[in-house]
């Protein structure tokens, strides 16, 4: 039955490879079920609604992609998406979660739309490359934000807006070694890295007093205070546009980067780079954010860290269905989630943070017409705490420099037209 699924022989597998790569990858990836309720609690949904909604929504990705698309795979709710799920829809924008999980409903149904259409693919070669980096840097530099305030390592200031923290104080150091301890362990090739810290620092929590013990395993909580709770109509809203949209682009940019990595990793795309099957992993992708929006929780997207199984022998779907296994398994563990404080996944959102710092090395910084729009993202990103306001003022930016800079024929047709729309956008907000 595993052939006849999954073509085993066909891509020089074995059932035992794949289980092998499959618990690679999700213990590489695992770490989001302690991050990404706590990021979620913030936004005002329930802590234990939002860990179950966690799994169960990267259990039906993994399921989708590994049973559809037999690709190896993994997913779950995406870091960043989640950042400005609760940092810049909720907390910034002033939107309740609810209408927050309508939008992300409307993006998971665009953006499958634009699958089964394939407008995803003009969509994409229709950007400007260096709009693309600048994205990904753009939100990397708004992670290290919050992993910096959440560790209480920069705070409030009156009168410079930010400054430093008591660094000398618990949570700041432990955020800090957290960091330097998953440096260490992903310097020496160590999978499991961004888990290993997050359980010390957990660990030392609690043995310095910091959190109270609350036991390891549990029947899962009840997901009825997020089931089914997304503000669909509230969604619809104008003022809700350029939140749908900014999940959509950011997903659509992050799952098509994440397929060309992992493919090519994995000898499953071609010398032109075509991968087979390609409707379907997307089709897996945004059928994942529509479920999770109805569960509870922010944007499924693809993990680059299914890499980490891949490089174990991971060929097939059998990787993704072992990985949403282990996920539904993880649900039965949510007091360990609830121990875990936000100092101790500090260290591991800024790790994310510098991974997706490194597109700025790609940029062409001798061409100011391209280094000034990639600027504006990544300073305006962090600085306007919104990821929605980043990808409009570099859009915005991109337009008007290549106008200056006698670049005329570098701005496409979709370019002109998404400028139009930011610029409306900000006159009539």
Known sequence: MLEKLFSLRAQQSTVKTEFIAGLTTFVTMVYIVFVNPAMLAEAGIDHGAAFVATCLAAAIGCFIMGLWANYPLALAPGMGLNAFFTYGVVLGMGHTWQSALGAVFLSGCLFLLLSIFKVREWVIQAIPLVLKQAIATGIGAFLALIALKNAQIIVASPATFVQLGDITSPGPLLAILSFFVIAALMYRDMKSGVLVSILLVTVLAWALGLVEYAGIVSAPPSIAPT???????????????????????????????????????????????????????????????????????????????????????????????????????MMFFAPLAQMVPAYATAGAILYVAVLMLQNLKLVNWDDMSDAIPVSVVLLMTPLTFSIAHGIALGFISYTAVKLACNKREEISISVWVLTVLFIVKFAIS
Do not use: H, N, W
Not at 235 to 249: K, N
């Open 227 to 329: 089931l089914a709770q997304l503000d669909i109509a509230s969604a619809l809203e104008i003022s809700m546009l350029s939140v749908v949209f900014a999940f959509l682009f950011v997903d659509l940019f992050d799952t098509s980067g994440t397929l060309v990595a992992v493919t090519q990793k994995a000898g499953i795309a071609d010398q032109q780079g075509r991968m087979p099957r390609l409707g379907r992993a997307l089709s897996a992708d945004s059928s994942a954010t529509i479920a999770g929006s109805f569960l509870g929780t922010s944007t499924t997207t693809s993990y680059i860290e299914s890499v980490s199984g891949v490089s174990v022998g991971g060929r097939t779907g059998l990787t993704a269905v072992v990985v949403g296994l282990c996920f539904l398994l």
